[in-house]
C-alpha cells in the first residue's frame, strides 16, 4: 500500500473489505502503514476522528484503542458540547471475560440432543449431540462458553420449535455499572438469528430493562416491537408527524441467512448507555429444513468506568470495577468528595466557605449556579434543603425526625400532618372516613373498614349478599348462593372471594394464576390509565396478520383513508401502548372514542359488523367483545368492562380466568376502525382504562417462589419458566439452584450475590466470622465471647453437631481456651 506525504480521507475509503470512515477526518502528515493490513469486517467510527502521529491499521480492535484516548473534552468538543478541563474518561475495555453469563435455555439441560446444521459449501447436513453440564465431555456448551475467549467453544440453544415460541435471552452481568459503547456477538455454527433485540439495565436485578436496538426483517420488526424497519419513509401530503427520536430502531441488516456459521453483528451506541446488564433477546431465527437453534461463540463488550469526569483510568476484574479517583474525589466511581468539599461531576471537589446549611439533615452539594443543595436526606426528609417531610410522614417542629403516619389504609391515601391546635397527627381521609387516623366512618349506619349500610338487621338472620333470595332475609333456614357457606350465607366457600349482592353466585373463584386457591378481597381500586396515540397505533386487518401506518393529524391522532385498506375488516392495533402483565385491569373497562364519516354521495352500502375490542396473547389467545352494527356516523364510543360476561373466545363465553389468562400475557389490543362498507375515512380521539372498583381483585395467598397480589411474577430466588401454550398455570417458578439466598437469571445460570451471610457457587457455605447449616437456613455471626470485635478472639467457628443450634470457636488465639474462647 502506498501511503502520499498528505493523505486525503473520501467519505468511504475502500481497504478490502471496506472502512467506513466519519464524516470528518484529520489525518496526520505521514502515515505508516504496513505491508499487510488487518482489518475488521465493519469498523464503526465516531462523528470526528483524531488520528495519532502515526496510524498503524489495527488488528481488529480499532474502536478500542481510537477511544481509550478520548477525553470528556474532545467528545464534547466533537460533538457540539463543551466541558471543564478536569472532564475526564477512562479507557473502554472489552469486559466480557470478566462478566457472569447466563441463558434462560442452554441445550442438553433435559439430557442429550440431537441437532444437524447445513454445511457452507457443501451439499446435506451434518449432525451432532448436545450434552448437560453432568457430562465431561466437549459436547457441553452453557452460557459461560459465549465469552471464554476459547474460538472453539461456544454458547448453544435447544432445538427450537417450528412457528412456536423461539424467544430465547443471553445475560451478561458486568463487573459493576458502566457506560455500554459497543457490542459485538459472533454466532457458531449456525446462522445469525432472524430477529434480536440488544436490551440493558442499569440495576443489578434487572427491573428497569431498556431496548437499545432491535434487528430483524420487515414483519418481524412491526410484529415483535411495533416498531418500523429502518427505511425511506413515505411522505403524506398536509399531515405533521411526531418525533420518533426517543424509540429505539429496528434493522434490517444482520437479516441473511448466510454465512451458515461464524456471522458477526456489531452495534455501536453514539453516547454510551449506563448498564449493570446486558441482554442479547434472540426472537426469531431463520427457516430451515434440519434444526433451529441460536449459538454465540464470542461476545465482545466495549465499555469503560463511570467515574464522573474524575478519572481517566479505572481498574476491571471479575470483583468489579474501581475509577483512580482524582481531584478530591473517591468511591467507586469518584461519586463523593474525599472530604468537606461540595461534589460535582467534571469538577475538583472544593472547601466552601460558606457554612453549610444541611445540617444532619443532610449532605451538601451545590447546584451549577453555586447555591447550596442538599442530597441524600436522611431522617425521611426530602425537599432541595431536606427541610420537609416525605409524603406519609410528619414532624411536629421544623427540626424533628419525620415519623410514619400510621394512618388506616382502607381510609386515607396514607399522608399526614400534625394538627397544631389538637396537638394531635391529622391523616388525609377518603369520602366517607373520618377520625385523626381515618379509622372510623363518617355516615351513622355504616360499618368499617368499608363504611357500606350494614346489609342485615338484629331481626333478621340471612345476610342478603348470601342468600339466592333477597327477600327472605328473615326465614329461619338460609338458601346460600352457589359459593356462599355459613349459617347465615355470610362467608365465600373456600376458592372464592368478594362477598356480594349483585354477583349470581354470590363470590368470585380465586385466579391466582392456577397455583393457589385462597385469597382474600382486595380493597384496594384500579388505577385509571390514559393510553397514548399517535405511533403507537397501526391498522391491521381482523387476523392482525398485516398491518399499515395510519397518519396523524395536527393533533397527533391516527387516521386512515378507507382506501388505503380496501376490502379489511380493519381495526386500530398496539401493542406500544398496552401490554405485558395487566391483571389489575379486571373489573376496569375500556373506553375509546372514534370519529368516522362516510363517503359525500354514497348511499348503497350497509353498516359492518364485527367486535368492538380484540385482546391478543401472546400465546395465540384471542378474545373478542361486542357484535354490533352501527348506523350514525360521527363520534362513537366504544365501552368494555373487562369482566367475564361479555368476552368471547370464538362463539363462547370466557370464564373470569380465561379472560385472566390473556390479561396477565397481554401482546396487542385492537379496537375497531371499520364501521360501514361507504366508509370514508376514521380517527382514533382517545383510548383510556377506566381503573376497577374495590373488592373486585383478589390478594392470593401464594406459594412459596410465587409473589404478587395474584401470584403473577416469581420471587427473587426463582427463575420463570414458561410451559406450554394453553396450560394453566401457563408458567412455573423454579428455585435457583442457590439455597435460596440468592437469585439467578436463568435454572443452569450463576446465582447472583449470596444473601443471609452466606457464599460459595451455590451460596452453600457461611462468610468466615459465621456459622449455620446455609442448606437449610443462613448464617449467623461468631461470637468469641462477643460479637464486638474488641471481644471477639477467633476469626471462625462452627456448628457444635448436626443438630441444634449450639456454636464452638475453631481458631481461639493463643492464651484463650473454651468453646467461645471465654477462658
Not at 410 to 427: L, P
Not at 750 to 776: A, D, F, K, M
Request: glycine letters at 8%.
Amino acid at each position: 500500500m502506498y501511503c502520499p506525504t498528505t493523505m486525503f480521507c473520501p467519505t468511504t475509503m475502500f481497504y478490502p473489505p471496506p472502512i467506513f470512515c466519519p464524516t470528518t477526518m484529520f489525518c496526520p502528515t505521514t502515515m505508516f502503514c504496513p505491508t499487510t493490513m488487518f482489518c475488521p469486517t465493519t469498523m464503526f467510527c465516531p462523528t470526528t476522528m483524531f488520528c495519532p502521529s502515526t496510524m498503524f491499521c489495527p488488528t481488529g480492535r480499532a474502536v478500542l484503542d481510537r477511544l481509550s484516548s478520548t477525553t470528556l473534552s474532545e467528545v464534547a468538543a466533537a460533538s457540539g458540547g463543551s466541558s471543564g478541563a478536569s472532564g475526564l474518561l477512562p479507557a473502554p475495555l472489552d469486559v466480557a471475560a470478566f462478566c457472569a453469563v447466563s441463558a434462560n435455555a442452554t441445550c442438553g439441560l433435559l439430557g442429550p440432543e440431537e441437532f444437524c446444521r447445513e454445511m457452507p459449501g457443501k451439499r446435506g447436513v451434518v449432525c451432532d449431540v448436545c450434552e448437560g453440564p453432568e457430562s465431561s465431555s466437549s459436547r457441553q456448551h452453557p452460557a459461560a462458553m459465549a465469552a471464554d475467549g476459547d474460538p472453539a467453544t461456544w454458547w448453544q440453544s435447544p432445538v427450537l420449535t417450528e412457528g412456536g415460541d423461539q424467544h430465547v435471552v443471553l445475560v451478561a452481568t458486568l463487573p459493576g455499572k458502566m457506560e455500554l459503547l459497543h457490542v459485538t456477538i459472533k454466532s457458531g455454527p449456525s446462522p445469525r438469528p432472524l430477529a434480536w433485540s440488544l436490551e440493558v439495565s442499569s440495576t443489578e436485578n434487572g427491573d428497569d430493562w431498556r431496548m437499545v436496538r432491535a434487528f430483524g426483517d420487515r414483519d418481524h420488526c412491526r410484529k415483535l416491537w411495533d416498531l418500523r424497519p429502518e427505511r425511506r419513509r413515505r411522505k403524506v401530503r398536509a399531515v405533521k408527524r411526531t418525533s420518533r427520536a426517543e424509540k429505539p430502531s429496528c434493522s434490517t441488516q444482520f437479516t441473511s441467512p448466510r454465512p451458515l456459521e461464524n456471522g458477526e453483528m456489531h452495534v455501536s451506541i453514539a453516547d454510551g448507555v449506563p448498564a449493570r446488564r446486558v441482554r442479547v433477546s434472540f426472537r426469531a431465527a431463520h427457516p430451515s429444513t434440519r434444526h433451529q437453534y441460536y449459538t454465540v461463540r464470542d461476545l465482545t463488550l466495549a465499555a469503560r468506568c463511570i467515574c464522573h469526569g474524575h478519572a481517566d483510568h479505572c481498574s476491571v476484574d471479575h470483583k468489579g470495577a474501581k475509577c483512580s479517583c482524582i481531584h478530591g474525589t473517591c468511591g467507586a466511581h469518584c461519586q463523593r468528595c474525599c472530604g468537606a468539599g461540595a461534589w460535582r461531576a467534571h469538577r475538583a471537589c472544593v472547601e466552601r466557605a460558606d457554612e453549610c446549611s444541611c445540617g444532619e439533615r443532610g449532605a451538601c452539594s451545590y447546584d451549577d449556579t453555586g447555591a447550596i443543595l442538599c442530597v441524600n436526606c436522611t431522617e425521611n426528609r426530602a425537599g432541595p434543603l431536606c427541610d420537609r417531610c416525605l409524603i406519609g410522614y410528619y414532624n411536629v417542629l421544623a427540626d424533628d425526625p419525620c415519623a410514619p403516619c400510621d394512618c388506616d389504609p382502607e381510609g386515607s391515601d396514607g399522608s399526614c400532618k400534625w394538627d397544631r391546635k389538637h396537638h394531635q397527627v391529622q391523616c388525609a381521609c377518603s369520602a366517607g372516613f373520618t377520625g385523626a387516623l381515618c379509622d372510623r366512618c363518617e355516615g351513622e349506619n355504616t360499618v368499617f373498614p368499608n363504611c357500606l349500610v350494614e346489609v342485615t338487621t338484629a331481626a333478621c338472620k340471612c345476610d342478603t349478599r348470601g342468600i339466592v333470595d333477597s327477600s327472605r332475609a328473615c326465614d329461619d333456614v338460609c338458601e346460600c348462593k352457589v359459593n356462599v357457606i355459613g349459617e347465615r350465607c355470610d362467608t365465600c366457600a373456600p376458592g372464592y372471594f368478594g362477598l356480594s349482592s349483585e354477583l349470581h353466585d354470590g363470590c368470585r373463584p380465586c385466579y391466582c394464576s392456577h397455583v393457589a386457591s385462597h385469597c382474600i378481597a382486595n380493597p384496594e381500586a384500579g388505577d385509571d390509565v390514559s393510553m397514548p396515540l399517535g405511533d403507537a397505533w397501526l391498522i391491521t386487518d381482523s387476523g392482525a396478520a398485516d398491518t399499515v401506518e395510519p397518519s396523524e393529524d395536527e393533533h397527533g391522532k391516527p387516521f386512515l383513508i378507507s382506501y388505503e385498506v380496501e376490502g379489511w375488516e380493519y381495526f386500530y392495533f398496539t401493542s406500544a401502548a398496552y401490554s405485558g402483565e395487566r391483571t389489575a385491569a379486571y373489573g376496569g373497562r375500556l373506553a375509546a372514542r372514534v370519529t368516522w364519516a362516510i363517503a359525500r354521495g354514497d348511499s348503497g352500502g350497509s353498516a359492518t359488523v364485527m367486535p368492538d375490542y380484540v385482546l391478543l396473547a401472546n400465546d395465540g389467545s384471542r378474545l373478542s367483545y361486542g357484535n354490533t352494527s352501527y348506523e350514525s356516523p360521527g363520534l362513537t364510543e366504544l365501552i368494555a368492562p373487562l369482566e367475564e360476561g361479555g368476552w368471547y373466545s370464538g362463539s363462547e363465553l370466557v370464564s373470569r380466568g380465561q379472560l385472566l389468562d390473556v390479561l396477565s400475557n397481554l401482546k396487542a389490543i385492537m379496537i375497531r376502525a371499520h364501521f360501514h362498507y361507504d366508509q370514508d375515512e376514521v380517527r382514533l380521539d382517545s383510548i383510556e382504562l377506566k381503573g376497577s372498583p374495590s373488592n373486585i381483585r383478589e390478594i392470593c395467598t401464594c406459594p412459596v417462589g410465587y409473589v404478587g397480589a395474584q401470584c403473577t411474577a416469581c420471587s427473587w430466588t426463582h427463575v420463570r419458566l414458561l410451559r406450554a401454550p394453553g396450560s394453566a398455570p401457563a408458567f412455573e417458578c423454579v428455585p435457583c439452584a442457590c439455597n435460596m439466598h440468592a437469585g439467578c437469571e436463568a435454572v443452569d445460570g450463576p446465582c447472583g450475590p449470596c444473601q443471609h451471610n452466606t457464599t460459595g457457587p451455590h451460596c452453600e457455605r457461611c462468610l468466615p466470622g459465621h456459622y449455620g447449616n446455609p442448606v437449610q437456613g443462613g448464617c449467623k455471626p461468631c461470637a468469641c465471647p462477643l460479637y464486638e470485635s474488641s471481644n471477639n478472639f477467633s476469626p471462625n467457628c462452627a456448628l457444635a453437631s448436626a443438630e441444634g443450634d449450639e456454636f464452638v470457636c475453631t481458631q481461639c488465639p493463643d492464651g484463650y481456651t473454651g468453646d467461645r474462647c471465654e477462658l
